[in-house]
C-alpha cells in the first residue's frame, strides 16, 4: 500500500490500527465499515471458512481480527471477544433493534475452523442479538457472519450507551 499523500510506501503501525508513512510522516486510517470494522489487509494463512480466500488483518474496537472481504465475516480470538463486545455496545449511539428470532437451519451448518480445520461447534449465542455464533474450543476463536456483530452491538439493554 501506498501513502494517499506521497505516494512512498506505508507501514502499518499494527497496535493502533492505522498506517504511517516514514517520508513525508503522514498517517492513514482506514475507514470502518458498518459493522465497525477497519480492515487493513495482509492476507493470513487461514481461510474463510465459508468462502474459502484468505482472511486478512482487520481490526474492531483497537482489537485485532480476521475478516473476510468477500463475505464479511469476522474471526475473532474469545479472549478479546467479550472486551470488545462490551466496548462496542458502551459506546454504540445507534438506535436498538428487537433481535429476531434464531433460524433453526443456522444450527445445523457445519464449518470448520480456520486454523485447525476441524468441525466448528454452532449453537445460540448467550449474549444479545439472538444469533447463531460458530465456535473452536481448541483454537480458542469465534466466527461471526456478516452483520451478526451489528446485531450483537444493537440488541436492546442497559449496557448500551443511551443518547437522549
Request: glycine letters at 8%; one cysteine or more; charged letters at 20%.
Amino acid at each position: 500500500m501506498n501513502c494517499p499523500n506521497c505516494g512512498a510506501p506505508i507501514r502499518l503501525v499494527e497496535r493502533l490500527g492505522y498506517f504511517t508513512c516514514d517520508y513525508c510522516a503522514s498517517t492513514y486510517f482506514p475507514t470502518e465499515n458498518q459493522d465497525g470494522v477497519r480492515v487493513l489487509g495482509g492476507k493470513s494463512s487461514a481461510n474463510c471458512p465459508l468462502c474459502r480466500i484468505p482472511l486478512v488483518t482487520a481490526m474492531v474496537a483497537g482489537t485485532r481480527v480476521l475478516a473476510c472481504e468477500r463475505c464479511r465475516g469476522l474471526l475473532i480470538h474469545q479472549g478479546g471477544f467479550l472486551t470488545t463486545i462490551r466496548a462496542l455496545r458502551a459506546w454504540s449511539s445507534a438506535p436498538s433493534l428487537q433481535p429476531r428470532p434464531i433460524d433453526t437451519e443456522d444450527l445445523q451448518r457445519a464449518i470448520d475452523c480456520p486454523y485447525c480445520q476441524r468441525r466448528m461447534d454452532t449453537h445460540p449465542y448467550a449474549g444479545p442479538g439472538n444469533i447463531v455464533i460458530d465456535n473452536c474450543p481448541e483454537c480458542g476463536v469465534n466466527w461471526l457472519d456478516y452483520n451478526e456483530l451489528t446485531r450483537i452491538i444493537r440488541a436492546p439493554g442497559i449496557d448500551r450507551r443511551r443518547w437522549e
